[in-house]
């Protein structure tokens, strides 16, 4: 592919209700990127203000390190890429053919109401590229709108974190918002895995999704099986 991949990440480092320290869910990053690096699409990371990346406490804990993502924990060169992320407002949207919003709760204070999130996505959509995100990140196409105005994922088959994943982590009170009713008040078709913590991604044409950390291989799997990737691969 001549175009790279954007991989987006939180700058947020707590819930502002609690001020317990939330960020970027390690995994969530490292097994798309692991997957698109062997597929030899090249990536950048940004962020909405650039630079530092918070991680998450419990997405680095023994319980939740598995190799791969313990793997690139450690790589140094990886994690200083890593938190020398580009600022999103000076990105160019031609550069790339494929968007990825991670997630974490920190995504759900920086990512919804970003216009930089919005215009660079509507840019990399508009220019037949693919917007792909998973978990909270999801939340980053609640205001994302197309050429003629309307949400984009109004109509849209979409998945992310579900209520009942909240309450069982106990963050439902934390929140600032439940994504799973937001994304229905966007109009768009959710749908989420009858089992919480399982796989579960759906794909809309070039709009694809996955509900948990669980799901982040599957989304990169389903970016590179996309009509879009075989093309250019093929050219």
């Known amino acids: ?12 480092d707590k819930f502002e209700s609690t001020k317990e320290p939330t960020g970027l869910w390690l995994s969530e990053l490292v097994h798309f990127y692991d997957t698109i690096q062997k597929a030899g699409i090249k990536m950048d990371i940004a962020s ?50 494929i968007i990825y ?62 209520t009942n994943e909240e309450k069982l982590v106990d963050a439902l009170d934390k929140i600032p918002f439940q994504l799973e009713a937001a994304l229905k008040d966007a109009g768009a078709e959710y749908k989420k895995a009858l089992l919480p913590f399982t796989s579960f991604t759906r794909v809309d044409g070039r709009i694809i999704t996955g509900q948990n950390p669980q799901s982040t291989l599957e989304v990169a799997k389903k970016v590179l099986e996309s009509n879009l990737v075989q093309n250019q691969h093929q050219n």
């Not at 592919?1 to 947020?12: G, P, S």
């Not at 998450?56 to 938190?83: C, G, H, Q, V, W």
């Not at 609640?142 to 088959?157: A, M, S, T, V, Y």
């Open 101 to 162: 919003f991670t997630g974490g709760h920190g995504t759900m204070w920086d990512f919804p109401n970003s216009s930089d999130i919005q215009e660079i996505s509507q840019s990399i959509y508009e220019n037949g590229g693919i917007i792909s995100a998973v978990c909270h990140g999801v939340g980053a196409l609640l205001n994302i709108k197309d050429k003629n105005g309307e949400l984009l994922i109004k109509g849209k088959k979409v998945t992310g974190y579900s």
């Open 48 to 97: 909405i203000l650039g630079g530092h990346v918070p991680l998450d406490p419990k997405s680095i804990s023994e319980r939740a390190l598995d190799i791969t993502t313990k793997k690139y924990y450690e790589d140094e060169t990886f994690m200083t890429k890593l938190n020398n992320s580009q600022k999103l407002s000076e990105v160019n949207a031609n550069d790339y053919s």
């Open 1 to 12: 592919m001549n175009k790279k991949a954007l991989i987006i990440v939180t700058n947020q």
